[in-house]
């Protein structure tokens, strides 16, 4: 098909039943960190099932794709079952807006994501172009489970790094908290102050910008709680708080 390349799976991780980390042999053409390309395999018909999937790597390494197993899903579950070696086919140019050059200025960003929505981010972390950018920057992932919180030790190592100017605050919904993972979801977190108590930064319309990427529903939900605090939705013409990207 044009515009793809065949791909194969270099890296497999399993962080849980269902969660992958896929990293990809492909030389893709250059991509900003955010942006998200089509993977494709082959049906019955002889046709290509075709799916957006968020570049987790940074520009320049192997591409990586943190990817969630979607029951009874067309595509999900045939790439998650992918071992070290099968092929896949990658488009080779990836696409979208989810990227700090569509950013305006702001002194703090947050990065909040439910599942697999954490893939943008790391692209962004691991290319280092925030840094110069903004005074703090927040990451922010909720998952039901402590085992869906892929990349943990990585962005903890991360924040240890680069603190103070890095947060990283995880929140699981299904288990109970404790001193270093939030209880509860998101945008109830957001709701009560508990997730800038946990962080010691404020969200404000003077100072914040948001990136939310995920599950729609969370991303509707949080919208509303952010927009009656005044930040409302970035666009091109009208320049805003609230950058978005859902996955469904
Ligand atoms: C810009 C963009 C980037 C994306 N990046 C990623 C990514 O990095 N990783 C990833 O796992 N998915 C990502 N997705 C979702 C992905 O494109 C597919 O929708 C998903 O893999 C399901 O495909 P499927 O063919 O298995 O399911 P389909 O048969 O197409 O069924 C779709 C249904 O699956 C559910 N669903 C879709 N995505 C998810 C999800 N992530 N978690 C839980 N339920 C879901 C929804 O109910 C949706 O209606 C992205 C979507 C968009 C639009």
Partial sequence: MSGFLEATVSRRVEWAPGLVTLELSANLDPFEPGQFVNLALGVDDGGLVRRPYSLASAPGAPPEILLTCVDGGALSPRLCALAVGDRVLVERRAQGFFTASWLPPAKDLWLIATGTGLGPYLSLLRSGVLWERFERVVVVHGVRWRSHLAHRAELCALADARAPQLAYAPLVSREAS???????????????GALEERVGLRLASDRSHVMLCGNPAMIEELGIVLAERGLNRHRARKPGHVTVEKYW
């Fill in 178 to 192: 404790d001193a270093e993972v939030l209880g509860g979801r998101i945008t109830a977190a957001v709701a009560s």
